[in-house]
Nanobody, 115 residues
Framework: QVQLVESGGGLVQAGGSLRLSCAAS????????MGWYRQAPGKQRELVAT???????NYAGSVKGRFTISRDNAKNTALLQMNSLSPEDTAVYYC?????????WGQGTQVTVSS
């Protein structure tokens, strides 16, 4: 089992920044992918960004150039730096962890961007 705990969500004005953090614990495999997904009201959950344990990153087109994902393998944490936020970024953001043992989700953290 893997537990994911997210933090860092909140309310910010358009153009502002937030940083999300995800801490993984439990049966962590050294080779894994951590990522962030989001779900806005009435919409499906969508990919925001992922990062492998080797540092390979992938971004959704809508956040490329504004968001940066990073990780600290020693601490089993993943960070999402979000800049130039817009109201369209408002959603619940979920941390994910995927490895040979399975996939896990965090409980989600709300990000609200006011115009």
């Amino acid at each position: 089992q893997v537990q994911l705990v997210e933090s860092g969500g909140g309310l910010v004005q358009a153009g502002g920044s937030l940083r999300l953090s995800c801490a993984a614990s439990g049966s962590i495999f050294s080779i894994n992918v951590m990522g962030w997904y989001r779900q806005a009201p009435g919409k499906q959950r969508e990919l925001v960004a992922t990062i492998t344990s080797g540092g390979r990153v992938n971004y959704a087109g809508s956040v490329k150039g504004r968001f940066t994902i990073s990780r600290d393998n020693a601490k089993n944490t993943a960070l999402l730096q979000m800049n130039s936020l817009s109201p369209e970024d408002t959603a619940v953001y979920y941390c994910s962890y995927t490895a040979i043992g399975g996939s896990y989700w965090g409980q989600g953290t709300q990000v609200t961007v006011s115009s």
